[in-house]
């Protein structure tokens, strides 16, 4: 079972959301401002039919009875008014905070090191930044405004009452206990049942998606249907969850009939005692259980929404999870672009793992060097280069950029195999690299690393590339990848088997794309063609972890190390390799 990203305790989900509010602080101030004027307003109308019902009795003037008919109107309209305005006020703080929220969270999932994500699964990582942030945004969008006039209501109906009557709002008060009954039987349960919801959600994404991506070695090995029935299963138990969830949900909603009937027969019975008694009148006992019936909705609505509320509190907490989970930003000081690049006794091991994958690693990179890097699958080339490129901190030990430690400010590219094309227009990809690059900056990366078919493209760089797009062939998408590096201006630049997915056909003009990329530049070169060795100025080769020689390609391949020995294998059958 894969380690999940982390949850947000409530401490961390209300300082978050109070800190999203602080930003917006005048905003808010106004809102509840006119949410409480508002809730006030509502208040007038069962005083006005009480002092009327008194009237009535006592036999008034017409003139008493039209005031007070006014007042019940004029207090009605205020309050739709109030309550439309404030509710609207409501709804756009809400979607504001859940716009900034979502950024922050796509932003937090940029900052976070590859290896975590991995750990925990990609699934769960989509299912936070979109399943999550589906149920906050339904929650806001239809229960935020409602919510926030609930409250509100329930708070200054109570103080009305008791303005009103202490003895007819004690009565009232005992519903309490049938509220808190339900709740003391919810609250344990709720929380763990929505988190174990949203949990069995992101598994259900999880096994989606890693279908999804190996299809064609499920293909290959005749496993499609295996992997069907797994997301099926992943799919029936969110399925049942959810539904144990709605049962859970019915349960407890049918306690609040009960709360409003004990409530409102409370105050009836205690008024009719205080009627006849002569301590309250017929007016007052009116607006008492008008009071208390004004509260059926909003307590309703409390109640049968705190399950959604309760799945929404769950989803903020796997969001602010992620949001405190990533590194924080950096303060984006000025980095010099002059220096060595430095690993210092590197050792490294991934979560879960017990042997390291590096071991006592150190490497120093001077200003302009191209250093080639060498070894057999599993050697650890890859994780030093990452650990290199500041993407992940070592376990042990450091990496530094001129002397101070390394980050993702430190002007370095790192050029995997795995590159990407995203969908769109093939210059907008390119300016993920330098925003503020023209077409014509464009083309010119493109055309130093030899992508001279950009030409024959239908609209040249405009054209949309990607899925649903013009396709690109493997030593295309090698190419994009490197001008983007070289359009960057780096002054380091790392490839990490960058030229690995192109044919052999293809190789030699990658590489001098490669090439092109790392003049006047410090570059790491992590071979996978023993050809890129050639005209580095230095080569490591490294075994299970440890780098075990260093040195030329002449002084390597005089000796009798691994070194001498791969190059004997690969250029025995080869022509004479070009050096420069």
């Not at 303005?163 to 009232?172: H, K, Y």
């Not at 499920?218 to 249907?225: N, S, T, V």
Request: glycine share 10%; aromatic share 6%; charged share 20%.
């Amino acid at each position: 079972m894969t380690a999940r990203l982390p949850l947000a305790d409530a401490v961390r989900v209300r300082r978050a959301v109070t800190g999203y509010l602080r930003d917006r602080r005048g905003l808010t101030a106004a809102t509840v401002t006119l949410a409480v004027l508002a809730s006030l307003a509502g208040l007038v109308a069962p005083w006005a039919i009480g002092r009327m019902v008194d009237a009535v009795i006592a036999g008034g003037d017409a003139g008493t009875i039209v005031g007070l008919t006014a007042l019940v109107a004029g207090s009605g309209v205020g309050a739709a008014v109030l309550t439309a305005v404030s509710g609207a006020l409501v709804a756009r703080i809400g979607q504001r905070v859940l716009a900034r929220m979502r950024e922050d969270t796509v932003a937090a999932a940029m900052r976070m090191p590859s290896a975590e994500i991995e750990e925990s699964g990609r699934g769960d990582l989509l299912s936070r930044v979109g399943d999550d942030v589906a149920v906050i945004s339904e929650v806001v969008a239809a229960l935020l405004a409602p919510w926030v006039g609930a409250v509100l209501t329930v708070g200054l109906t109570m103080v009305g009452l008791f303005a009103l009557d202490p003895w007819l709002a004690a009565a009232g008060l005992l519903s309490i206990p049938v509220y808190v009954f339900a709740l003391r039987w919810y609250l344990p349960r709720a929380a763990a049942r929505y988190a174990q919801e949203r949990a069995a959600f992101g598994d259900r994404a999880e096994a989606l998606v890693s279908s999804l991506e190996g299809l064609p070695t499920l293909r290959a090995y005749g496993a499609e249907e295996r992997h069907v029935e797994l997301v099926g299963e992943s799919s029936c138990r969110a399925r049942d969850i959810s539904r144990a969830v709605v049962w859970f949900a019915t349960a407890w909603g049918k306690w609040v009939n009960i709360a409003e009937l004990v409530g409102l027969a409370s105050i009836v019975v205690t008024g009719f005692v205080l009627v006849r008694t002569g301590s309250a009148s017929v007016g007052a006992v009116t607006a008492a259980a008008l009071y208390f019936h004004r509260l059926f909705n909003p307590l309703g609505l409390l109640v049968s929404s705190f399950d959604q509320v309760q799945s929404a509190f769950a989803s903020l907490q796997r969001i602010v999870g992620v949001i405190g989970a990533a590194p924080a930003p950096t303060a984006g000081a000025p980095v010099s672009r002059c220096g060595d690049l430095v690993a210092d006794a590197v050792t490294h091991r991934y979560p879960g793992t017990k042997a390291p994958v590096l071991s006592d690693v150190s490497v120093h990179l001077r200003a302009g060097e191209t250093v080639a890097l060498v070894g057999a699958s599993g050697a650890g080339k890859s994780t030093l280069a990452v650990l290199l490129a500041g993407l992940a901190p070592p376990s042990q030990g450091r990496v530094t950029w001129a002397g101070a430690p390394s980050d993702r400010d430190t002007p370095l590219v790192l050029v995997t195999q795995e590159t990407h094309v995203f969908a769109g227009p093939l210059a907008e990809d390119l300016r993920l690299a330098r925003p503020d690059a023209t077409d014509d900056d464009v083309v010119h990366a493109l055309q130093a690393v030899g992508a001279d078919w950009v030409a024959e493209l239908p609209d040249g760089v405009r054209t949309i590339v990607g899925e649903l797009g013009h396709h690109l062939g493997a030593e295309q998408v090698a190419q994009v990848a490197l001008a983007r590096a070289l359009l960057a201006d780096p002054a380091v630049v790392l490839l990490d088997e960058a030229t690995a997915e192109a044919g052999s056909r293809d190789a030699i003009r990658l590489e001098d794309a490669a090439a092109a990329v790392l003049t006047g530049r410090t570059g790491l070169v992590v071979a996978h063609r023993l050809r890129q060795t050639v005209t580095a100025d230095r080569i490591l080769v490294m075994d299970g972890g440890w780098i075990v020689e260093s040195g030329t390609h002449d002084e390597l391949a005089a000796g009798d190390g691994h070194y001498a020995r791969l190059w004997a294998a690969w250029s025995g059958a080869r022509p004479q390799v070009r050096r420069s």
